[in-house]
């Protein structure tokens, strides 16, 4: 999956959400700092921690 994909799926689920634009720009900026920063494989994991 690319970066765009997954913000876009991100972007799709927060206005469902109905989270408001200035805290979608947020996920945003900080997902992208997390791509950046961690592998898929980390991101992969933290999923699957999560629950």
Request: aromatic fraction near 10%.
């Amino acid at each position: 999956m690319t970066n765009g994909a997954a913000i876009g799926y991100m972007i799709r689920a927060a206005k469902k959400a109905a989270l408001d634009e200035k805290t979608i720009r947020l996920l945003e900026a900080l997902m992208l700092e997390q791509m950046d920063f961690h592998t898929e494989e980390e991101a992969e994991q933290t999923y699957r921690s999560f629950y």
